[in-house]
């Protein structure tokens, strides 16, 4: 595709990221109540958030360990919200709270790094700097792209 003499790779992860984000957004547009309450404003940037993960990983593909973990773990808590709203019927779900065995102040460095990159705990060092790397590149392009997007429907 060209424009303006400038072409634009159409296959690339910034472009495949936006169109999938973009249309997960006009989705949720359709559904938007009338007068949000805080909680509903809430559980809406909750869903942005979700979406921007969820298309981000879904952009890499399977080839990177980070985007395989993001998918499974959305998949894994979408199974488990349905089977809470089967089973709860009305009832309040419970937040469970993590418990971790060390001290964030013990960890090592490379420990800290297993914690922020998903997938990570299972990679020995060489494999975490190339997924953390990957991982950093995909974010600022996650970012890029939703600063495009306010930018452009902001005016």
């Given at each position: 595709?060209?424009?303006?003499?400038?072409?634009?790779?159409?296959?690339?992860?910034?472009?495949?990221?936006?169109?999938?984000?973009?249309?997960?957004?006009?989705?949720?547009?359709?559904?938007?109540?009338?007068?949000?309450?805080?909680?509903?404003?809430?559980?809406?940037?909750?869903r942005i958030k979700i979406a921007a993960y969820s298309s981000m990983a879904h952009a890499v593909?399977?080839?990177?360990?980070?985007?395989?973990a993001v998918l499974f773990k959305l998949r894994s808590r979408a199974r488990h919200q349905s089977?809470?709203?089967?089973?709860?019927?009305?009832?309040?779900?419970?937040?469970?709270?993590?418990?971790?065995?060390?001290?964030?102040?013990?960890?090592?460095?490379?420990?800290?790094?297993?914690?922020?990159?998903?997938?990570?705990?299972?990679?020995?060092?060489?494999?975490?700097?190339?997924?953390?790397?990957?991982?950093?590149?995909?974010?600022?392009?996650?970012?890029?792209?939703?600063?495009?997007?306010?930018?452009?429907?902001?005016?």
């Amino acid at each position: 595709m060209a424009t303006n003499g400038v072409t634009l790779n159409t296959n690339s992860r910034k472009i495949r990221f936006a169109r999938r984000f973009i249309s997960i957004l006009l989705k949720m547009r359709k559904t938007r109540p009338c007068s949000p309450s805080i909680e509903d404003v809430r559980k809406r940037s909750q869903r942005i958030k979700i979406a921007a993960y969820s298309s981000m990983a879904h952009a890499v593909g399977p080839r990177r360990a980070w985007s395989r973990a993001v998918l499974f773990k959305l998949r894994s808590r979408a199974r488990h919200q349905s089977m809470m709203t089967r089973r709860s019927f009305g009832l309040q779900k419970k937040r469970f709270v993590k418990n971790n065995d060390i001290p964030s102040g013990q960890l090592s460095q490379a420990d800290r790094l297993r914690q922020l990159v998903p997938g990570g705990k299972a990679m020995d060092m060489s494999s975490l700097l190339e997924e953390t790397a990957d991982y950093i590149s995909c974010l600022a392009t996650q970012v890029k792209v939703m600063q495009t997007i306010a930018d452009r429907f902001s005016k």
